[in-house]
């Protein structure tokens, strides 16, 4: 595949100065999803959130299903609200059974006056639907 071929360069974008550069770099790395990818994203995610890409480095990772980025997908699923609604796609795109409870904490957190709260809900009610469906077609 032609993609292939780009994941070099987009490596090397993950060095640019250009913040929009670096994001679109780190989105198309992980819908590639090539593993040469992992290693320099990962330098991103244990940099931590001080990083300005740690978030899209994850998302990333979620999306190409490298476990070694779960922990931190948990860690940040834990906070406080409304910091982990940010995770619900991530876990998501894990599909593990261990998500579904993390999932409901997660919707418990939500505070009844959150403007996004039905859309967080919902997000949160498609993916435990998503992984529950995977769950009994295996």
């Not at 360069?9 to 999803?33: E, M, P, Q, T, Y």
């Not at 070694?68 to 409304?82: D, H, L, R, S, T």
Request: aromatic residues 8%; hydrophobic residues 40%; contains cysteine.
């Amino acid at each position: 595949r032609k993609e292939k071929e780009t994941v070099p360069i987009l490596i090397n974008f993950l060095k640019s100065w250009n913040s929009a550069k670096r994001r679109d770099a780190i989105w198309a790395l992980g819908v590639i999803g090539d593993e040469r990818a992992v290693k320099p994203l990962m330098d991103i995610v244990k940099k931590g959130e001080k990083h300005p890409n740690f978030l899209d480095a994850l998302s990333a990772l979620s999306r190409m299903k490298y476990e070694g980025a779960f922990p931190y997908v948990v860690k940040i699923a834990q906070e406080p609200y409304p910091k982990c609604v940010v995770m619900i796609s991530e876990l998501r795109e894990f599909a593990k059974p261990e998500c579904v409870p993390l999932l409901l904490k997660i919707r418990n957190k939500i505070d009844e006056n959150a403007p996004l709260r039905r859309f967080d809900r919902n997000r949160i009610d498609d993916a435990i639907e998503y992984i529950e469906s995977l769950q009994k077609s295996q």
